[in-house]
């Protein structure tokens, strides 16, 4: 028995507008369910005053500070390894042994699970160098996480700026560093900022890693080697302990917002720099 | 050049100091009780996690029926039949939906899947079913995005040379278009089957967590990234150990998975 | 071919993994004249030119035997920067690459390179270069605009005037007009007849007439080999050889 192609196709396009609707329907839901229970209880106090009673009422000031502070010192370190390091794979070496167990490093790296970065920082940020739950050990611990990603993007990006442009850049006399510096890099600016924005907004909503190594203080922190609780970890033990599900749904939706805020970031930087090399 | 071994000297050190704490471990409780005994029972000094390598790959396989069909249909669909214009909305919001932490998804279980499983389906509704759903919808924006992504990148001279030859739409994405997007789909799958085997939070959140072999997919169970953030945080001596030594064995089925994708995409791509 | 050679260059030998790419080339450049290479794709030219600025030691696969003498100073020696030699040695590429940024600072990317900051010896550079290459009058209103956005004949201008505000000795052309207008080529070929006075110009071509019309000497390249050398009147009226002969009269290549 064979079918006409002109049926197959009809039934295929029906079938994958089917799949397509209610894979669609189901993210569109999640987001304006979180929304829909969170949003009426979002204020002006939710954000800034400090939590009461474990986070059964007042607000998550302090959890919106480590969210913050600790994907921000994690970027501050870990652009440095990881633009650097893509700089050295792509202008500064050939393939050879070196840089395949470079990329084998990073390959894996990007494949191991957040609970492992968390067993991992607790062992040894924690426990063996003696920095306790803290912000430091934190920091680290996503140091760790991020790496690759900024790594893998900021290698495509260099990758992606013409040759013709070092060419013309050596050509005029400029030495390798300065090529990197006044030619490469900022033609790679864009690609290497989106891997920064991609890793600010995993590092937001880890929670396996940054709960063993961070901890959960709801305190507000004095200093790096404070412990602090970041909105993942807060909306975590919310959800997880039953403490308070309107909070919860609260604390969900601030933290959607503010992924949406570094995407919207991310977009608006993207079209800048494309705007400004054809003004 | 210093700068360039830091991933290298960070997986080394990850390796090397999750061995150190649990490989010891294991040599003592002996690899086969480890890992094939069912028994778990930290305070009776039974250490068995059959049942958690089972919970994980139970999940792990769930979560792949769920995401792969519905992530390949809506790359497909969203990739060949809809203008750029739509596409340009709709290709952020998959972005943001990657971005979406992973215990809100877990949340979501909790409070909206797992009552509708209990109600219609039986079981106590925490189950590897919810877990499955849960890490599937999780693994959607991965596989979809990267899946739009290569097909998008299939030439157009390859679509317009089956129309000339006088094949179907249809015809012509399934017999070209998919086969030149594989090895980017492929791609795709495996991070989402890393992600779903790695997740921790939305599994312990939905999947009940019970040690035991489960029956059937409406059975409650326990992974093993579970196992250790559940325990963790008051584990001590051998327990902590324990803990330690199912990091190495998921740590080993992680690097496994990684391997043998990256020579079966390396393998694709020596056959071009 | 009378006055002071510029470069003094003895049996060079270029080689591109195993196959031979130039063959015991051996040539005498005047300095303040223009040389035009000429000869089919293929035929070793390009490799020539990067040559002498050594932007072939950029390709891991090439290397390079025997002497090239810039005034009297081996350009191969372990001591010399290649760095410092193309701040001498300037090149301009067949196809015409602006940098992405404005025409200001496409001129002025390889004076900042040398430390100069002072605002007005900069605009003062970017006005005489501009105007060198025949430039200045079309874009002296729009310098902050992003050089991107000129025509193709605009943009290979701007890199010859790039390349001018360098302030190198020599000018290496590679191809320089291969895909623009006859307008903007006869703009170009008007640049490099006065440039001649200050600079030593060596202009590859693959159109035979531009060599006859804008150069003093003419050296003929076939497979590898330098075929002929000679004034430019000679090579095109009376050459020596047949291969040559058939070239410039249009019978092959």
Request: glycine fraction near 8%; charge should be positive.
């Amino acid at each position: 028995m064979t079918v006409h192609p002109r049926y197959t196709q009809t039934i295929a396009i029906f079938v994958l507008t089917l799949l397509t609707v209610l894979t669609l329907a189901v993210l569109v839901f999640i987001i304006v369910f979180v929304f829909g229970k969170g949003l009426p209880y979002i204020s002006y106090d939710f954000l800034f005053a400090k939590p009461e009673d474990m986070g059964r009422s007042g607000g998550i000031f302090p959890t919106l500070i480590g969210t913050v502070i600790l994907p921000l010192f994690a970027i501050i370190i870990a652009t440095p390894l990881g633009v650097g390091t893509a700089v050295y794979l792509t202008e500064y070496t050939r393939e050879n042994r070196i840089t395949r167990i470079i990329r084998f490093g990073a390959d894996c790296l990007a494949g191991i699970p957040s609970i492992i970065f968390g067993l991992f920082g607790f062992i040894f940020f924690v426990t063996t160098l003696r920095m306790g739950w803290s912000i430091m050990s934190g920091s680290l611990t996503l140091v760790f996480m991020i790496l690759p990603t900024i790594i893998r993007t900021s290698e495509e990006a260099i990758k992606a700026v013409p040759y013709s442009y070092r060419e013309v850049s050596f050509s005029l006399g400029a030495t390798l560093w300065q090529t990197v510096r006044k030619v490469v890099l900022p033609n790679a600016l864009p690609g290497i900022v989106t891997g920064i924005m991609l890793s600010i907004g995993r590092s937001i909503g880890e929670t396996a890693a940054v709960i063993f190594t961070a901890g959960s203080s709801l305190r507000m922190p004095h200093s790096i080697f404070d412990s602090i609780r970041t909105m993942s970890v807060h909306f975590y033990i919310l959800a997880r302990e039953g403490i308070s599900n309107k909070n919860a749904y609260a604390t969900a939706a601030v933290l959607i917002i503010s992924i949406l805020i570094i995407n919207l970031i991310s977009y608006w930087m993207m079209n800048m720099f494309i705007a400004k090399k054809t003004k | 050049m210093a700068i360039a071994l830091s991933a290298i000297t960070m997986l080394v050190l990850i390796v090397l100091f999750i061995i150190k704490e649990g490989l010891p471990f294991i040599f003592k409780i002996g690899i086969t009780d480890f890992l094939l005994s069912t028994d778990w029972e930290p305070a009776a000094g039974k250490y068995g996690i059959f049942p958690m390598i089972a919970g994980s790959l139970w999940v792990t396989l769930g979560a792949i029926l769920v995401g792969v069909p519905l992530g390949l249909a809506g790359a497909v669909f969203l990739s060949e039949f809809i203008p750029q214009w739509a596409m340009k909305t709709i290709k952020p919001t998959i972005e943001l939906l990657a971005g979406i932490p992973s215990v809100v998804y877990g949340f979501i279980g909790v409070m909206v899947l797992a009552p509708l499983i209990r109600e219609y389906l039986g079981g106590p509704g925490l189950s590897i079913m919810a877990a499955s759903i849960i890490l599937g919808i999780m693994i959607l924006p991965t596989v979809m995005s990267i899946s739009i992504d290569s097909i998008k990148a299939v030439p157009n001279s390859y679509r317009e040379g089956a129309f000339a030859l006088g094949a179907t739409h249809w015809q012509t994405i399934h017999m070209v278009v998919i086969p030149a997007a594989r090895s980017g789909i492929i791609a795709g799958i495996i991070l989402g089957l890393g992600r779903a085997i790695g997740e921790t939070m939305a599994v312990i959140m939905v999947a009940g967590n019970a040690v035991k072999l489960p029956n059937s997919p409406l059975d409650s169970v326990r992974t093993l990234t579970a196992n250790i953030a559940l325990e963790m945080g008051y584990a001590t001596g051998m327990h902590r150990q324990a803990l330690f030594a199912t990091g190495v064995v998921l740590l080993i089925i992680i690097m496994l998975l990684n391997y043998i994708a990256m020579t079966a995409i390396r393998d694709r791509g020596k056959k071009k | 071919m009378e006055g002071d050679y510029k470069f003094r260059i003895n049996n060079l030998n270029v080689f591109w993994g195993k196959a031979q790419a130039l063959r015991s080339i051996s040539i005498d450049i005047p300095a303040n004249r223009i040389l035009g290479i000429i000869g089919p794709s293929g035929s070793g030219k390009t490799v020539f030119l990067r040559s002498l600025n050594r932007m072939n030691d950029l390709v891991p696969e090439i290397s390079v035997e025997g002497r090239i003498l810039l005034d009297g100073e081996d350009i191969y020696h372990p001591d010399v920067d290649p760095v410092k030699l193309r701040k001498r040695v300037g090149m301009v590429f067949a196809l015409p690459v602006p940098l992405p940024a404005s025409i200001y600072d496409n001129i002025v990317f390889s004076p900042s390179l040398f430390r100069i900051r002072d605002r007005k010896k900069l605009n003062h550079l970017v006005e005489t270069s501009l105007t060198s290459a025949f430039l200045w009058d079309e874009v002296k209103d729009r310098l902050k605009t992003s050089a991107l956005r000129l025509s193709g004949g605009q943009q290979q201008r701007l890199c010859l005037a790039r390349v001018l505000a360098m302030e190198p000795e020599v000018i290496l052309l590679d191809e320089p007009c291969s895909g623009l207008d006859p307008i903007s080529t006869a703009a170009i070929e008007d640049a490099l007849g006065i440039l001649k006075k200050n600079f030593t110009i060596i202009l590859v071509t693959n159109n035979t007439k531009q060599a006859a019309r804008v150069a003093d000497n003419t050296a003929f390249f076939l497979m590898s080999e330098m075929i002929e050398y000679g004034a430019t009147e000679q090579i095109f009226t009376m050459p020596r050889d047949k291969r040559t002969n058939d070239y410039v009269t249009g019978r092959f290549g």
